[in-house]
């Protein structure tokens, strides 16, 4: 069973930047494909970014392409989401997920662990 922690949400101005990490408790945490998802209020929980086992991979959602950066740290089981140039519309609770099997993929149904989630607000 792998164990997820995110960590850095908080509240952000629009135009303002937050970094969220996530840890993961699997040693063998280069064996996992790595990705961010998000749930608004009253919405449906989507894809904001996925990268793969190595890092050399990544797929953005289309409303975030250019604002915002994956990246991961394997020695330090973390992997990590830079968000920049935040917008009002960026506003929900973050949820890092971790798939076993090879390949990144935007569907949710993929993922086989996920963590508690971090809430960012964005004030316009």
């Known amino acids: 069973q792998v164990q997820l922690a995110e960590s850095g949400g908080g509240l952000a101005q629009a135009g303002g930047s937050l970094r969220l990490s996530c840890t993961a408790s699997?040693?063998?945490?280069?064996?996992?494909?790595m990705g961010w998802f998000r749930q608004a209020p009253g919405k449906e929980r989507e894809f904001v970014v996925v990268i793969g086992r190595e890092g050399y991979s990544t797929l953005y959602a289309d409303s975030v392409k250019g604002r915002f950066t994956i990246s991961r740290a394997n020695a330090k089981n973390t992997v990590y989401l830079q968000m920049n140039s935040l917008k009002p519309e960026d506003t929900a609770v973050y949820y890092c997920?971790?798939?076993?099997?090879?390949?990144?993929?935007?569907?949710?149904?993929?993922?086989?662990?996920w963590g508690q989630g971090t809430q960012v607000i964005v004030s316009s």
């Open positions: 699997e040693r063998t945490f280069s064996n996992l494909v």
């Open positions: 997920a971790a798939r076993q099997s090879i390949g990144i993929t935007m569907s949710r149904n993929a993922y086989d662990y």
